[in-house]
């Protein structure tokens, strides 16, 4: 059991939206952007109801390596976007969807009684012209919550520049092709030493062997690079602040994320990106040199999970379904009744469906006659597709497509079909030649 979010959701209130739909046109990358990286870093700030989105500062560097077709289109609704469109808002450039750990904290107790602020970095292909971009934060009833707005003018003197002889040294460990067109994930060691460097090299072996022995990705290995940083921790193992242990690591990350011992994460993204500026990246995996069970996993963020231990394998393949694909967990509490996903919106993860509107889930994979919701007889687990009452933390009014998965259990020997569905999908989105 591993988490994207693990406490109860408070009710958000809804505030209004500031940001206006902005028109599709498909654009081509040269037109509008140079063949490089724009990091902006971002504070999120806010409490329990109130959301706000600040600037911090800003940093180029040569190359691009997100996605170049499908540019103003997002495959994903996340949790949040950022978008960049013309100078006159009139023509969407770039778009790229996202969810955080901010939001899942203001759902906590601890942000009913105090404010606090998040570090939040995002990239996007440095631009020719003036732009404007904006940042946007939705809540759980899919309004936008919060939006930031603001002009980027290429040729601003204060857009740092990197040092390419600081880039952190990296090797591939996977390579399908040119990182402009494939895509490229990154492991990052967390609570290795330097002597423990060559074990990070083999803990990353393991875990692409574990995603590539999953369905899709047994069938995508053309499509994804996998690059391993070389950066040392002073400290071997990871932060257990429940132990009284802390750790200088090379992100700083920590159990216990919100009271919670199970939930490894870190809040130092701008120290994460200063580790990957210059490196082709557009999937983070941290992986924690620790045999303690757990980890996260955050959409278009990063994911972290403990690299030794007996579930390891599994756990990295779950939190990478979560990091990489945006899918949902499928588990679910008897016990205690959770409002993540409220009656009457259809939630935007792919593999679970509150039957608001099953049409754009998995209805067409039903086997004809199958009952809504399907009793779970334990026959075909992980292959049945059904729709099974109990998901996303809730056992009721939620609805996930197979009575087991890997988005689900530990012990599921793959993702259900339409998990896989939903994989597959995205990567080809991602893929698609012009
Ligand atoms: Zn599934």
Same mark, same amino acid.
């Given at each position: 059991m591993t988490h994207t979010s693990i406490l109860p959701r408070l009710i958000l209130m809804l505030?209004?939206?500031?940001?206006?739909?902005?028109?599709?046109?498909?654009?081509?990358?040269g037109?509008?952007?140079?063949?490089?990286?724009?990091?902006?870093?971002?504070?999120?700030?806010?409490?329990?109801?109130?959301?706000?989105?600040?600037?911090d500062r800003m940093k180029t560097f040569s190359g691009w390596y997100g996605r170049r077709t499908n540019m103003d289109i997002l495959p994903l609704r996340g949790n949040g976007n950022i978008t960049v469109t013309d100078i006159t808002g009139a023509d969407t450039l770039y778009t790229h969807s996202f969810s955080t750990l901010f939001q899942e904290w203001q759902s906590t107790e601890e942000a009913t009684k105090v404010g606090r602020s998040f570090e939040s970095t995002l990239l996007i292909?440095?631009?020719?012209?003036?732009?404007?971009?904006?940042?946007?934060?939705?809540?759980?009833?899919?309004?936008?919550?919060?939006?930031?707005?603001?002009?980027?003018?290429?040729?601003?003197?204060?857009?740092?520049?990197?040092?390419?002889? /600081?880039?952190?040294?990296?090797?591939?460990?996977? /390579?399908? &092709?040119?990182?402009?067109?494939?895509?490229?994930?990154?492991f990052i060691p967390e609570g290795y030493t330097a002597e423990e460097m060559e074990q990070f090299g083999k803990d990353c072996q393991e875990s692409i062997e574990s995603i590539f022995r999953h369905r899709p990705f047994n069938q995508l290995k053309d499509r994804f690079?996998?690059?391993?940083?070389?950066?040392?921790?002073?400290?071997?193992?990871?932060?257990?602040?429940?132990?009284?242990?802390?750790?200088?690591?090379?992100?700083?990350?920590?159990?216990?994320?919100?009271?919670?011992?199970?939930?490894?994460?870190?809040p130092n993204i701008k120290k994460l990106y200063d580790i990957l500026d210059g490196i082709p990246c557009e999937s983070i995996i941290i992986l924690a040199n620790t045999n303690e069970y757990g980890?996260?996993?955050?959409?278009?963020?990063?994911?972290?999970?403990?690299?030794?231990?007996?579930?390891y394998k599994s756990v990295i393949v779950h939190e990478f379904g979560h990091s990489f694909a945006g899918l949902a967990d499928e588990y679910f509490y008897d016990d205690q009744y959770v409002t993540m996903y409220p009656a009457g919106i259809e939630p935007w993860e792919q593999n679970l469906t509150t039957l608001t509107d099953f049409?754009?889930?998995?209805?067409?994979?039903?086997?004809?006659?199958?009952?809504?919701?399907?009793?779970?007889? &334990?026959?075909?687990?992980?292959?049945?597709? &059904?729709?099974?009452?109990?998901?996303?933390?809730?056992?009721?009014?939620?609805?996930?497509?197979?009575?087991?998965c890997r988005m689900h259990t530990n012990q599921a020997p793959d993702f259900c079909p339409v998990c896989q569905r939903a994989i597959l999908r995205l990567v080809d989105f991602l893929t698609e030649e012009d």
């Open positions: 505030f209004m939206a500031t940001c206006t739909s902005i028109s599709i046109l498909a654009q081509t990358f037109k509008h952007f140079n063949e490089a990286t724009l990091r902006i870093d971002y504070i999120f700030a806010g409490n329990n109801y109130s959301q706000n989105i600040y600037l292909p440095m631009p020719k012209e003036k732009v404007q971009v904006s940042v946007e934060l939705k809540n759980m009833h899919n309004g936008s919550k919060s939006c930031l707005k603001h002009t980027i003018d290429p040729s601003d003197i204060l857009i740092s520049t990197h040092n390419e002889k /600081k880039t952190t040294p990296y090797r591939y460990l996977h /390579k399908a &092709g040119d990182s402009k067109k494939k895509i490229d994930i990154v690079n996998f690059i391993a940083v070389d950066v040392p921790s002073e400290h071997s193992g990871v932060s257990v602040p429940r132990n009284k242990i802390w750790k200088e690591t090379a992100t700083g990350s920590h159990f216990d994320t919100f009271y919670s011992n199970r939930y490894l994460t870190t980890g996260g996993g955050i959409y278009n963020n990063y994911m972290l999970s403990a690299s030794r231990g007996p579930a049409g754009s889930k998995w209805k067409d994979m039903l086997p004809q006659g199958t009952e809504i919701p399907t009793v779970a007889d &334990g026959k075909d687990r992980y292959t049945k597709v &059904g729709v099974y009452e109990g998901g996303g933390y809730q056992s009721k009014g939620v609805y996930r497509p197979a009575q087991d």
